[in-house]
């Protein structure tokens, strides 16, 4: 679905004649649904966001006139090292993520193999792909649904109509959830080099949001930031962010594999470690299903 016929037509011209199933639409055994039904089957949450987010990067190079420039281009994104991607991937797929990483490269070549991209469909490149997709790919959080919502909450109404209102919007929601899942508030999935680039911070000096509730990423300033003075945004949420340290990097090492040391956290090194309650907080953290925090990044905002 596109929002206009520009859009249709800006797809068109860089990727989607390659991802375009035409009358195999569905056809389960068109190379590209069988693609999707397998990631599906492996990744919870079932969305397909970050599967055709790798096919569109491969579609896009395959349609591409100078396709050097779009393999410089996603060779921006960070790379990490072996046992790191190995961590992600795992992370991703849970414990039988080699047979289902391998199984996925299989249909994934089958589907969309490109010579110029030789690389990314063996099993080391593949891994490094399905790990960059995994640490930079960008839920894209726009709504027009929830914006609407928001609009319908500052309306000044009688409250018979308040309450008119407010039920058919909990209807509305739940008919949509029925039909589509959990995914009304997240249309896709991203990559911004720019973003990329940004490193993290527990006390962040800018931010990222939608708001043209499209897809163009906006940073926006949270205070005055100097000439030369690193941009950091947060890649954790807010209520993230008001844990203890000890919480903080544990979410950090086990999503993006790194110890933060943002002034915050250097501050409260020398702090006793964590107060009586968050330590409760913590074991029932560690009870929670491994892969739910990555699974949510690559989904949602
Ligand atoms: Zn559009
Ligand atoms: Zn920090």
């Known amino acids: 679905m596109y929002c206009s016929a520009e859009c249709r ?162 209807q509305l929601y739940k008919d949509i959830e029925a039909a589509t899942g959990e995914f009304l508030n997240c249309e896709g999935s991203g990559l911004f080099v720019l973003q990329s680039c940004c490193n993290h911070s527990c006390v962040p000096n800018a931010e990222t949001s939608f708001p043209e509730n499209n897809f163009l990423l906006h940073v926006t300033a949270l205070e005055d930031i100097k000439p030369g003075e690193e941009i950091c945004i947060s890649y954790l949420d807010c209520c993230q962010r008001e844990r203890s340290r000890h919480s903080r990097h544990k979410i950090l090492r086990e999503n993006y594999l790194f110890v933060c040391s943002c002034p915050k956290c250097l501050a409260e090194a020398d702090e006793p470690n964590v107060t009586s309650e968050e330590e409760e907080d913590e074991e029932e953290e560690e009870g929670e299903p491994e892969d739910a925090e990555l699974g949510d990044e690559m989904t949602d905002v």
């Open 9 to 170: 037509l800006a797809a068109a011209e860089q990727y989607h004649q390659v991802l375009c199933p035409g009358p195999s639409q569905d056809d389960p055994l068109h190379p590209l649904n069988k693609l999707q039904e397998a990631w599906r089957s492996v990744h919870y949450p079932p969305e397909t966001a970050s599967i055709m987010l790798m096919a569109r990067m491969v579609a896009t190079v395959k349609q591409a006139k100078d396709k050097d420039r779009w393999i410089r281009l996603f060779s921006q994104f960070c790379n990490k090292m072996a046992n790191e991607e190995e961590e992600i991937v795992h992370k991703l797929l849970g414990d039988k993520f080699k047979g289902q990483l391998e199984l996925l490269r299989r249909l994934f070549t089958e589907a969309l193999y490109e010579e110029a991209l030789s690389q990314w469909f063996t099993p080391d490149g593949f891994r490094s792909l399905f790990a960059l997709v995994g640490t930079n790919g960008q839920g894209i959080g726009t709504s027009s649904l929830s914006q609407w919502v928001h609009a319908c909450d500052a309306l000044e109404l009688k409250p018979q109509d308040r309450e008119q209102l407010d039920a058919f919007i909990d």
